[in-house]
């Protein structure tokens, strides 16, 4: 399975813009790159996901480099409520749409 | 549109035990996907259930089952407790007619082995 690294933590001031990082160098031709983040006392929650061009939805933004070793997840405006553990995952079609979750990376909202 | 829903909340087992926990899945959503979640960790797949099989497993032994029903719900059953056992138990759905590209978790159920 396909690894991705993100940092452990990071933090942000309430509405202004974040970017969350997430290298996966060894990610195949057929691999997804997915985005879910779990708030705290609750299942994980679909962000945005994305294959090569860059995708936005009401949530936030994924950027993925040229060559697919990285991406960065945009959240346009923070909030206190998108505090939460953010996990980068990358999902290959072919094998049944299971998700390997990593560590992710914890994101504090300072008001 | 009715969420992914689990039950119990909250359950406390013995060593040896054997426990089931229960997973509705989201209105229009065929397919069942199990994660264990343990403390501080993020979520590891156990196994997705589709069409009422096993359609694919994570490494974990066969005393962790499940079953799908027709109405796609489905059960998670683990057998011989273990004291590890302990986690947030968790499933998600999603649809293969949308190729599978999000998955609905619900709120997990609290596992705790002693």
């Known amino acids: 399975d396909a690894k991705t690294t993100q940092p452990n933590s990071m933090e942000s001031n309430e509405e202004e813009p974040v970017h969350l990082p997430c290298n996966h160098s060894?990610?195949?031709?057929?691999?997804?790159i997915h985005w879910y983040r779990q708030l705290p006392s609750q299942g994980p929650e679909y962000v945005i996901h994305?294959?090569?061009s860059n995708v936005n939805n009401r949530m936030a933004s994924l950027a993925i480099a040229e060559d697919r070793k990285s991406s960065t997840l945009i959240l346009h405006r923070a909030t206190l409520r998108d505090a939460a553990v953010y996990y980068c995952?990358?999902?290959?079609?072919?094998?049944?749409?299971?998700?390997?979750f990593g560590q992710g990376t914890e994101l504090s909202v300072k008001p | 549109e009715t969420g992914v829903t689990q039950s119990p909340t909250h359950l406390i087992k013995t060593r040896g035990q054997q426990v089931t926990l229960r997973c509705s899945s989201q209105?229009?959503?065929?397919?069942v996907s199990w994660y264990q979640q343990a403390l501080g960790q993020g979520p590891q797949f156990i196994f997705q259930?589709?069409?009422?099989?096993?359609?694919g497993r994570g490494n974990f032994p066969p005393r962790f089952s499940g079953l799908q029903f027709p109405n796609y719900s489905s059960e998670l059953n683990v057998n011989a407790l273990e004291l590890d056992d302990s986690a947030l138990y968790l499933c998600?759905?999603?649809?293969?007619?949308?190729?599978?590209?999000?998955?609905?978790f619900g709120p997990g159920t609290r596992l705790t082995v002693t």
């Open positions: 998600a759905s999603s649809s293969r007619d949308r190729g599978l590209s999000e998955q609905y």
């Open positions: 060894t990610i195949s031709g057929t691999d997804y």
């Open positions: 994305g294959l090569t």
């Open positions: 995952i990358l999902r290959d079609n072919n094998q049944g749409g299971k998700l390997i």
């Open positions: 209105s229009g959503h065929n397919t």
């Open positions: 259930y589709y069409r009422e099989e096993e359609n």
